[in-house]
């Protein structure tokens, strides 16, 4: 769904997003691998790392040119292996490729791995291979995993890939990932060198047929994955992903990006890499958002936060108690969780009485939070514990340690914290910023014995990361199942079509690719309850002056010319006008500077309006996306749109409640409630106003673009005093 002929309620998306059958490629019984050589670095390694690492299921190498290979009889064809098999692995030149996917389908294969390369990231001819390889999978029913794929492992299962350097342990963490080298080197490897470890890693490839989403959909629903991380270059169908995703949120499981192409640098990047669009980051920014998505920066935060939702359930809520036997790390955590939202609440009552009573901690006077419990706290980290613990003001624990994490104090100290973590019934995050390489490079240190059990953070601000990962997604899953989901929202929508107005609103004929005229939009903007100034349409001067009278001076005269959707700028917009000479006279002038820019056919008339004063200025609009069909934004208006240059972008459809969130995550709603020269004006106004504009959005496919600037906010509402409207061609 990219382009902008394409509307974003997609009506060939899924109410509810199909969870493919994935079982075979990620524990077959039976793989046979066409291609099979020990010579060759794709197909050979991928057969050596499969047998070395656990796979007791059957395996049938497939090359004619070889007699034997692994100490088993190659065969032919796909069609001469003995039994379908659950897997085959393609690893043969790129013209051979579709040919084997054939024929393994018609063997009855659920699956094949693709790893060839030289496909669409290649040139034209491996575009047309790519393009009838799916179509080859479709037709045979065979789902197909790349092509130019690195491959997959499950830690419970198979692992199918050429480079994987040491045995997968089992872990809790999906990674799903459009770069393969990223996958099985740097995700793969950080993580296990923190003994953070996968329950399975994809290689995506270029998504012939089953795609990112389709592997983030299968990963959410197995009970071995407590968090599915991703790697995003592009996605086809975004609407798909959100929906996916959003199930996740809703469902238990929480979903993390790296997304690239917040830089033209990245995005061109992207383009030649892999042929896929990376989109507006704003959209993407949004997407993430509503459906409780959460993004992060790079790969070590990705695996920090990762690490904090496989350890920890779900915290009750945002308030953090922090203990830190340093008072500068103590300082510099409590800024660190202010930026983050958390919240510390003060150490007091019973809680601070029995901390005082600890002749250990040499405090005088009380505690605050983060509590400075200095380097003798460490001593007895047991007793602070009891004392925090039972203390049901807090959800979440942070014990800092700036003490070096080798000695035999050390030892002591990872100890006491194990089983203060394993007995608590809240998340307790360690910190330990010290010295963690021993002397002897042989031995184990007490920090990373320690990491075996809990994760052990070695930088404050990854350490509260995580935290606020863990309390974000809490409030993002609430969120979700407290709110219409998006296939819900577009059957509102198709609902809303039997009303009569809803109906005229489909059905008008709009022309399709240019600006309308105000007589071709306002039907539009009234069928979705987007309201207007009052607005007259006059041909002469005379027309003028009497609709002037009829809407009540003061007035602006503006030219209605589809040609010149930036009247403004072409002088052709008068304002205050408060008599009918002053009208006339605006009338030929605006008319004149249209006339300079446009000819006389390409006037549709001049529009006059009251002037409507007193209130605080927005922009609501429609944009078309590369990515998704159309985004909806709001923000401040008028010439504070450049002044604050902060608006919030939407995905229609969307719930009141996401538009609520974005009209308060910019000034707008601080303009609107804290006025010195009036009363507060609405903000439920706005969001109302704000769906409104979304549903036209969804809805109807012909407007590729809305400006409503400036949305004019009064004591009795929001009033759009100027609409621009372009249609899709």
């Not at 063997?107 to 990231?121: D, N, Q, Y």
């Not at 936060?305 to 300082?331: F, K, M």
């Not at 909806?632 to 969307?654: I, K």
Request: charged letters at 25%; aromatic letters at 6%.
């Amino acid at each position: 769904m990219s382009g902008d002929d394409a509307s974003v309620v997609d009506p060939s998306a899924e109410p509810t997003p199909a969870v493919p059958e994935l079982d075979p490629l990620f524990d077959p019984a039976s793989v046979a691998v066409v291609g099979a050589s020990p010579d060759s670095f794709y197909s050979g390694n991928l057969v050596n790392n499969l047998l070395d690492y656990g796979f007791d299921g059957t395996l049938y190498p497939v090359n004619p040119n070889r007699e034997e290979v692994w100490g088993r009889r190659c065969h032919d064809d796909v069609s001469e292996v003995p039994e379908t098999v659950d897997l085959v692995v393609v690893s043969v030149p790129r013209e051979y490729v579709v040919d084997v996917v054939a024929a393994a389908g018609d063997r009855g294969v659920p699956v094949a791995l693709v790893l060839t390369a030289g496909f669409s990231e290649a040139d034209e001819a491996g575009a047309e291979l790519e393009a009838r390889l799916a179509e080859t999978a479709s037709d045979a029913g065979i789902r197909v995993v790349g092509p130019n794929c690195i491959g997959v492992m499950a830690a419970r299962g198979a692992t199918l890939t050429s480079t994987c350097s040491r045995n997968p342990e089992p872990g809790r963490i999906g990674l799903v990932s459009q770069s393969g080298a990223l996958a099985f080197t740097t995700f793969f490897e950080r993580a296990a060198d923190r003994d953070l470890h996968f329950s399975h890693v994809v290689s995506t490839g270029n998504e012939a047929d089953l795609t990112l989403t389709d592997y983030v959909a299968y990963l959410a629903e197995r009970e071995t994955v407590d968090v599915v991380c991703t790697y995003v270059e592009g996605i086809e169908e975004p609407e798909r992903f959100m929906r996916v995703a959003e199930r996740a949120t809703r469902n238990g499981t929480p979903v993390l990006t790296v997304k690239i192409g917040q830089s033209d640098l990245a995005e061109e990047a992207t383009l030649s890499h892999t042929g896929s669009l990376t989109g507006s980051d704003a959209a993407w920014e949004a997407a993430f958002d509503q459906t409780g998505v959460q993004r992060v920066p790079d790969i070590p935060d990705l695996l920090s936060r990762a690490t904090a939702h496989t350890a920890y359930g779900t915290p009750d809520g945002d308030r953090v108690c922090i203990a830190s036997t340093s008072g500068g790390l103590a300082s510099l955590l409590a800024d660190m969780a202010a930026e983050r939202d958390l919240s510390l609440p003060d150490i007091d009552g019973e809680t601070e009485e029995t901390l005082l009573g600890i002749d250990e901690l040499l405090t005088y006077g009380g505690f605050n939070n983060p509590a400075d419990i200095r380097g003798y706290g460490a001593e007895v980290f047991p007793e602070i514990a009891d004392a925090v613990l039972a203390d049901d003001a807090f959800d979440a624990y942070v014990f800092a340690i700036g003490l070096p994490g080798v000695d035999e104090r050390a030892a002591t100290i990872a100890a006491d914290l194990e089983a203060i973590a394993a007995d608590a019934d809240d998340p307790v995050y360690v910190l330990w910023t010290g010295r963690k390489e021993p002397d002897d490079p042989t031995e184990t240190p007490p920090y990373a014995r320690l990491r075996e059990s809990v994760p052990v953070y070695e930088d404050p601000g990854r350490c509260l990361d995580a935290v606020a990962s863990t309390v974000a997604y809490a409030a993002d899953r609430d969120r979700a199942v407290g709110e219409p989901s998006r296939a819900d929202l577009a059957s509102a929508l198709d609902a809303a079509d039997g009303d009569a107005d809803r109906v005229d609103a489909a059905a008008l004929d709009l022309p399709r690719g240019r600006v309308l005229t105000w007589t071709e939009a306002e039907p539009l903007l009234d069928a979705y309850d987007v309201p207007v100034v009052e607005t007259r349409v006059a041909t002469d001067a005379d027309e003028a002056v009497a609709a002037a009278r009829e809407v009540g001076f003061p007035v602006v005269c503006k030219v209605d010319s589809p040609a010149l959707p930036h009247r403004t700028d072409a002088g052709a917009v008068r304002l205050g006008l408060d008599s009918p000479a002053a009208v006339r006279e605006a009338y030929a002038d605006v008319t004149d500077a249209a006339l300079d820019r446009v000819d006389a056919d390409e006037i549709a008339g001049v529009l006059v309006q009251p002037t409507v004063d007193d209130g605080v200025e927005a922009i609501l609009g429609v944009a078309p996306g590369d990515v998704f069909g159309s985004l909806v934004t709001v923000g401040p208006g008028g010439v504070l749109v450049e002044a604050l240059d902060e608006t919030a972008t939407l995905v229609p459809p969307f719930s009141r409640a996401d538009a609520r969130r974005a009209v308060e995550g910019t000034a707008l709603a601080d303009l609107l409630t804290d006025r010195r020269a009036g009363e507060p004006l609405s903000v439920d106004a706005v969001v109302d106003l704000l769906v409104n504009v979304g549903d036209l959005a969804a809805a109807v496919d012909a407007v590729a673009e809305l400006d409503l600037n400036p949305v004019v906010v009064t004591a009795d509402g929001p009033v759009p005093v100027d609409a621009l409207v372009r249609t899709r061609r």
